[in-house]
């Protein structure tokens, strides 16, 4: 390979070396890209761009949406419905799917996205993202509906996220481990940045909103009490923790150099499976934590298995370094 590889060259290789893409996904996943380009140069804008505030509007989820919120889930409807290669999107911004107009050709695919996670952080200039998660649209569907998006995170072909950060990066995993591109503003063009991406096994720091731990069930709490209790304790080392409340910048860390992030069910709402959605942003995530050998369950089963019942489901998450999700799953097994 040359000494700079380009998103393009990256993703030819895994179609044409190793024959492990259709031509279809590689370019479906260009147009996603291509997409989260134009969110992080709307968002690079900030007041400037008239980008920032609430839109005055509440998604199906019952969340006020940010003017953000809109615009990156327009800007991903209208740089993907033409292309071709898609027969619907799902977002967390829309009530229900969108299936591909009349005039334009339909493809096999099925994409999902959160088309701006970490809202809350929107205006005061913390990193933010996208993520997005591609299925096939089952055989023999003629009119795609928002039943044929309820499949397993098994069944993701490809899955990844841009993160508008210091700098704006996307991160893939098409099932051959995962990726780091970066974004160079002078040229427009994505840079793989680093290649079988790893997040050690272990790690001495976790990522929990802890504002919430009267609210926690007991296995959470015992697991964070442990980790609190630092190298007196029984884990006998001392944890780190932080949380950026973007899904996409705390995973984006335990990528890169490993730990624990967990939103877990709790007290507040004992009927809801926890708050984060799983077609949007557990699936997505827990494929990519997954390919770089990390693991991520809902406490009780592999995310990835869970058979969705709803398109805006929710789900517990503990994700990341294997041996602390082995362990926080395990103190599950009792029940909570
Ligand atoms: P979104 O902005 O897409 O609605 O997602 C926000 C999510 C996730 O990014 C983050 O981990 C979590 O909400 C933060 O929740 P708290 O504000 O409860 O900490
Ligand atoms: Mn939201
Ligand atoms: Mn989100
Ligand atoms: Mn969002």
């Given at each position: 390979m040359a000494s700079k590889v380009s998103l393009t060259q990256y993703l030819v290789e895994k179609q044409r070396e190793k024959g492990l893409i259709p031509a279809e996904l590689r370019l479906l996943l260009e147009v996603v890209a291509r997409a989260c380009k134009r969110i992080g140069i709307a968002v690079s804008k900030g007041a400037l761009g008239g980008v920032l505030g609430d839109a005055g509007t509440d998604n199906v989820q019952g969340e006020s949406q940010k003017k953000l919120d809109v615009i990156a889930n327009e800007t991903l409807l209208e740089a993907n419905e033409w292309g071709g290669n898609l027969a619907a999107m799902a977002s967390e911004e829309m009530d229900h799917s969108y299936t591909?107009?009349?005039?334009?050709?339909?493809?096999?695919?099925?994409?999902?996205?959160?088309?701006?996670?970490?809202?809350?952080?929107?205006?005061?200039?913390?990193?933010?993202?996208?993520?997005?998660?591609?299925?096939?649209?089952?055989?023999?569907?003629?009119a795609p509906t928002d039943d044929h998006f309820l499949q397993p995170g098994t069944k993701q072909v490809a899955a990844g996220y841009a993160i508008y950060g210091p700098c704006t990066m996307l991160v893939l995993t098409v099932g051959d481990g995962v990726a780091a591109f970066t974004l160079d503003r002078e040229t427009g063009s994505w840079t793989l940045t680093e290649d079988q991406i790893r997040i050690p096994g272990q790690t001495k720091e976790f990522a929990i909103n802890a504002s919430n731990q009267r609210h926690w069930y007991p296995p959470v709490k015992r697991y964070v009490d442990e980790l609190?209790?630092?190298?007196?304790?029984?884990?006998?080392?001392?944890?780190?923790?932080?949380?950026?409340?973007?899904?996409?910048?705390?995973?984006?860390?335990?990528?890169?150099?490993?730990?624990?992030?967990?939103?877990p069910r709790d007290r507040r709402e004992p009927d809801k499976p926890g708050k984060l959605r799983l077609m949007y942003e557990a699936n997505p995530m827990s494929f990519l934590v997954e390919q770089a050998g990390g693991a991520a369950t809902n406490g009780l089963q592999r995310i990835m298995e869970i058979r969705p019942s709803k398109l805006h489901e929710r789900v517990a998450v503990f994700l990341g370094s294997r041996e602390e999700v082995e362990r926080v799953t395990s103190y599950h097994q009792d029940g909570d």
């Amino acid at each position: 390979m040359a000494s700079k590889v380009s998103l393009t060259q990256y993703l030819v290789e895994k179609q044409r070396e190793k024959g492990l893409i259709p031509a279809e996904l590689r370019l479906l996943l260009e147009v996603v890209a291509r997409a989260c380009k134009r969110i992080g140069i709307a968002v690079s804008k900030g007041a400037l761009g008239g980008v920032l505030g609430d839109a005055g509007t509440d998604n199906v989820q019952g969340e006020s949406q940010k003017k953000l919120d809109v615009i990156a889930n327009e800007t991903l409807l209208e740089a993907n419905e033409w292309g071709g290669n898609l027969a619907a999107m799902a977002s967390e911004e829309m009530d229900h799917s969108y299936t591909i107009p009349h005039r334009y050709p339909k493809g096999e695919f099925l994409l999902l996205f959160d088309p701006l996670d970490g809202s809350s952080n929107i205006d005061v200039n913390v990193s933010i993202g996208t993520i997005f998660s591609v299925l096939r649209l089952p055989e023999g569907v003629l009119a795609p509906t928002d039943d044929h998006f309820l499949q397993p995170g098994t069944k993701q072909v490809a899955a990844g996220y841009a993160i508008y950060g210091p700098c704006t990066m996307l991160v893939l995993t098409v099932g051959d481990g995962v990726a780091a591109f970066t974004l160079d503003r002078e040229t427009g063009s994505w840079t793989l940045t680093e290649d079988q991406i790893r997040i050690p096994g272990q790690t001495k720091e976790f990522a929990i909103n802890a504002s919430n731990q009267r609210h926690w069930y007991p296995p959470v709490k015992r697991y964070v009490d442990e980790l609190l209790a630092g190298r007196d304790g029984p884990r006998g080392k001392d944890f780190n923790m932080r949380w950026v409340a973007s899904m996409v910048a705390d995973v984006h860390r335990i990528l890169t150099r490993g730990g624990i992030f967990m939103y877990p069910r709790d007290r507040r709402e004992p009927d809801k499976p926890g708050k984060l959605r799983l077609m949007y942003e557990a699936n997505p995530m827990s494929f990519l934590v997954e390919q770089a050998g990390g693991a991520a369950t809902n406490g009780l089963q592999r995310i990835m298995e869970i058979r969705p019942s709803k398109l805006h489901e929710r789900v517990a998450v503990f994700l990341g370094s294997r041996e602390e999700v082995e362990r926080v799953t395990s103190y599950h097994q009792d029940g909570d």
